[in-house]
């Protein structure tokens, strides 16, 4: 994973697991993020990252894996919803950059870009 300490920032990573369960899976993939537990799904429903998924033709609720970078003031400038894993840290990586450049994206759609 790309290095965000060198560029200030703080990656969370929340789901509705326990902290158990958060502390295990951080153990076995050596991750140096902190991992929230949200088990009531307050945090993840409010930032659309719950909902409908389909899987070998079955329709269920679940997690939406999402990405959001938020500024200092606390403003969601990036959204990736749906995220695939290659490549992906490296992308939020090169848009926290420009963030920091000073460049703002417009709302776009699919959800990239939100301010």
Do not use: C
Request: charged share 30%; hydrophobic share 35%.
């Amino acid at each position: 994973m790309p290095d965000f300490e060198s560029e200030d920032a703080v990656v969370l990573g929340v789901s509705a697991d326990s902290v158990e369960s958060h502390e295990r899976f951080a153990r076995k993939n050596n991750l140096r993020i902190l991992l929230l537990s949200d088990p009531e799904r307050s945090l993840i429903r409010t930032y659309g990252a719950w909902g409908k998924k389909k899987m070998a033709g079955k329709e269920y609720e679940g997690i939406i894996r999402s990405t959001f970078l938020i500024d200092t003031e606390g403003v969601v400038r990036w959204i990736w919803p749906k995220v695939k894993i290659p490549g992906h840290a490296e992308e939020v990586l090169e848009a926290l950059q420009k963030l920091k450049r000073g460049f703002v994206p417009e709302p776009e759609a699919g959800g990239r870009g939100s301010n």
